[in-house]
């Protein structure tokens, strides 16, 4: 287990906020990799006192951050404790994991897509690419329920993504894109597959049934890259 300790807070929209912390030790973790925080608390949900959580921030930062919704009345007992944290309250996480990282070949086209809270590995990536200046191909499809829940849309403008906004629920004002995301969806913003990898990531319903749909429009299982977010629905909420 890792002290780590809050340093800052910053309100990305209405609803998510990203937790900045300082290690006790060094961590080393490739960008779009998860940890798993313990926060213990008094009269605990079913929910309990841990949590997995992507990292936000990328390593060629000093701070490690979390970005998470909060959903009021709604949200578990973890998440109200978290959110009522004051800078210098400590936690303990493990070691960062997974392999929900690049390919090491920088050839390969990529298409990142995110469901709502499922844009935080992205932006860890990207912050990345976009700090050591290595250059990919990627196309970037958000979305979202309302075009105020979209996240990091500007970093990966910046970054030189081509990026698409879906949203579910638009405004009287909204020219973008509207729906959500099928597979059929995906292909028609992105073009044709060909040797393309492509990321999912989102809300666990949604990233499960884009797998079987993608799989359903021959998108070959070497081509996917799975990453779900356990306790948020489908519908991105």
Not at 133 to 157: C, H, M, S
């Amino acid at each position: 287990m890792i002290d780590v300790i809050l340093e800052s807070t910053h309100n990305e929209n209405h609803n998510v906020r990203t937790f900045w912390f300082k290690p006790n030790q060094s961590i080393h973790y490739t960008p779009g990799q998860f940890i798993e925080m313990y926060l213990p608390h008094d009269n605990p949900d079913e929910r309990g006192i841990k949590h997995w959580f992507t990292l936000s921030s990328s390593p060629t930062e000093t701070l490690i951050s979390i970005t998470t919704k909060y959903a009021g009345d709604k949200s578990s007992t973890f998440k109200k404790t978290l959110f009522g944290l004051e800078p210098g309250a400590r936690v303990q996480i493990v070691e960062p994991m997974g392999d929900f990282v690049l390919p090491k070949d920088t050839n390969i086209p990529l298409v990142f897509v995110a469901g709502g809270m499922g844009v935080t590995p992205f932006h860890s990536i990207v912050k990345w690419l976009t700090d050591v200046g290595e250059k990919r191909t990627i196309q970037v499809l958000l979305a979202a329920n309302k075009p105020e829940d979209v996240l990091f849309e500007k970093l990966f403008r910046d970054y030189g993504a081509k990026v698409r906004v879906i949203v579910s629920e638009p405004s009287g004002e909204w020219r973008g894109e509207v729906g959500r995301l099928s597979a059929e969806k995906i292909l028609e913003l992105t073009g044709k597959p060909d040797d393309k990898r492509i990321y999912v990531s989102g809300p666990e319903p949604m990233v499960e049934a884009l797998e079987k749909d993608l799989h359903d429009h021959n998108i070959k299982k070497s081509q996917l890259v799975l990453d779900f977010f356990p306790g948020y629905t489908a519908d991105l909420k």
